[in-house]
């Protein structure tokens, strides 16, 4: 299923919906308008119209959304219906921080081993996934069917990883890594950078002033 | 310096030109064109020029960017002008991980000291800095004059940590945990929602079969 015509900005929205849709779920709510969306969710009632008008007709005058068909739908166009492989490069305190999100696990994402090339960490277990020797790290890979690299290494050590990816099957990178990896266009490169995200902090503390 | 007329989404872009301006700043060279600056940076060269006319005239025809002006007035929107005290809240993988970023050090977050709940982290000390009690939080930040908290707890310690937060002078949050505090309008919370960031990695997966 494509969406072609939904903008970026209305994507990257999506999980915020996800996420407290799935609270109201686990709360036996089963309907919502979106007034009552908007004072939980924090976006404005004609945001959140405008944003769910991308994808049909889950609200009706007088009556609302229904929660579990339009968590469904966002589910839907956000992957989430099948499951995907995924390793993480970088076995140091951020693979391990993630490697222990049982969050991304329950989603669809499974963790299926680690890799570090540092001796130290060979052999150990995090959260019932092993740390793996790079050396294997193509091969594994390919027969594993893995989409999804997660990048932790420091910034000297990710293009290296990146190039190493592209030399396989693997489809899309989520870079913890402070670098914009060069990578062909068909690779798909989602960023982390924390230090983009604190400098904004370090703006709005300025500005508050 | 109150910069109110420059919009949230050029504030949000300025941290990835100050990182490459370093970056050219480290290689020696003082001057770059906005088409230079473009194929470096991965913006339009239009849309560099849009940017940087927020912030008065860097640019002059024909000789392009004084790389270090524009470094240094960059750096003063972002706040780098000085330094913020810090604690983390959260001495788990994500913490310690965080702690081990010398960067943020060198831009002018200076750790003060980590805290947790957990005994098995009491007095470890992680990149020269020590994992206090809990219960030392609010005498310790109102003492150590910290503006900003990084919020790395589950999801279930992170809005009391919030709640505790509100009664010190602390102004701001960098909140890892997947939620959204409730807090005062006066603190700045700033989140990484790192599963919001994943879910947009299986949309383009998605899109992209």
């Given at each position: 299923?494509?969406?072609?015509?939904?903008?970026?900005?209305?994507?990257?929205?999506?999980?915020?919906?996800?996420?407290?849709?799935?609270?109201?779920?686990?709360?036996?709510?089963?309907?919502?308008?979106?007034?009552?969306?908007?004072?939980?969710?924090?976006?404005t009632?004609?945001?959140?119209?405008?944003?769910?008008?991308?994808?049909?007709?889950?609200?009706?005058?007088?009556?609302?959304?229904?929660?579990?068909?339009l968590?469904?739908?966002?589910?839907?166009?956000?992957?989430?219906?099948?499951?995907?492989?995924?390793v993480?490069?970088?076995?140091?305190?951020?693979?391990?921080?993630?490697?222990?999100y049982?969050?991304?696990?329950?989603?669809?994402?499974?963790?299926?081993?680690?890799?570090?090339?540092?001796?130290?960490?060979?052999?150990?277990?995090?959260?019932?996934?092993?740390?793996?020797?790079?050396?294997?790290?193509?091969?594994?890979?390919?027969?594993?069917?893995?989409?999804?690299?997660y990048?932790?290494?420091?910034?000297?050590?990710?293009?290296?990883?990146?190039?190493?990816?592209?030399?396989?099957?693997?489809?899309?990178?989520?870079?913890?890594?402070?670098?914009?990896?060069?990578?062909?266009?068909?690779?798909?490169?989602?960023?982390?950078?924390?230090?983009?995200?604190?400098?904004?902090?370090?703006?709005?503390?300025?500005?508050?002033?």
């Amino acid at each position: 299923m494509k969406d072609k015509n939904i903008s970026v900005a209305v994507i990257r929205r999506l999980p915020k919906y996800h996420r407290y849709l799935k609270e109201l779920l686990d709360k036996d709510i089963r309907r919502i308008s979106s007034k009552e969306l908007s004072s939980i969710i924090g976006f404005t009632a004609s945001q959140i119209r405008q944003d769910l008008n991308n994808f049909g007709g889950f609200g009706q005058q007088g009556y609302g959304y229904n929660v579990e068909d339009l968590y469904s739908e966002i589910s839907k166009i956000l992957g989430l219906t099948r499951k995907y492989n995924v390793v993480i490069v970088g076995a140091g305190n951020l693979g391990q921080a993630l490697a222990n999100y049982t969050s991304f696990g329950r989603l669809g994402f499974d963790l299926k081993a680690m890799f570090d090339i540092n001796p130290k960490f060979m052999g150990l277990k995090i959260n019932d996934v092993e740390v793996l020797d790079m050396d294997k790290f193509e091969s594994f890979v390919n027969e594993n069917d893995v989409e999804i690299v997660y990048i932790c290494t420091s910034r000297a050590g990710a293009q290296d990883v990146a190039d190493r990816i592209q030399k396989t099957n693997v489809k899309a990178i989520w870079n913890f890594a402070p670098i914009d990896l060069k990578v062909k266009e068909d690779i798909i490169v989602e960023n982390v950078h924390l230090i983009d995200n604190l400098l904004t902090v370090s703006y709005f503390l300025k500005e508050n002033l």
